[in-house]
Nanobody, 123 residues
Framework: VQLQASGGGLVQAGGSLRLSCAAS????????IGWFRQAPGKEREGVSY??????FYADSVKGRFTISRDNAKNTVYLQMNSLKPEDTAVYYC???????????????????WGPGTQVTVSS
């Protein structure tokens, strides 16, 4: 099982980035995939989740970020628009078993993590 996040970078406030999470060793449909982020000195927090056809967003990114999945490429994307300096963090994708919706935000269920990708938003 491998997860590889990419697509981070430096962008000005108001700009956009698209993160990719390439999965290998398993089929996305069978699992819950989450995007998380961790800013310096802060705890890791969930940003967005996808499980089959359902999606969820943290309040802080709702309306600005969009999670999607390409089954043919076995890749999950996070389109990030209207970026703010407070979005600056290392972003990770992670896999959990196919969870009931009530457990999507429970970070302890995410067993497999990929290396993060740095997103820096300048003001």
């Amino acid at each position: 099982v491998q997860l590889q996040a990419s697509g981070g970078g430096l962008v000005q406030a108001g700009g956009s980035l698209r993160l990719s999470c390439a999965a290998s060793g398993f089929t996305l449909d069978d699992y819950t995939i989450g995007w998380f982020r961790q800013a310096p000195g802060k705890e890791r927090e969930g940003v967005s989740y996808i499980n089959v056809g359902r999606k969820f967003y943290a309040d802080s990114v709702k309306g600005r970020f969009t999670i999607s999945r390409d089954n043919a490429k076995n890749t999950v994307y996070l389109q990030m628009n209207s970026l703010k300096p407070e979005d600056t963090a290392v972003y990770y994708c992670a896999r959990a078993a196919r969870l009931p919706f009530s457990l999507w935000r429970a970070i302890s269920y995410y067993v497999y993590w990929g290396p993060g990708t740095q997103v820096t938003v300048s003001s």
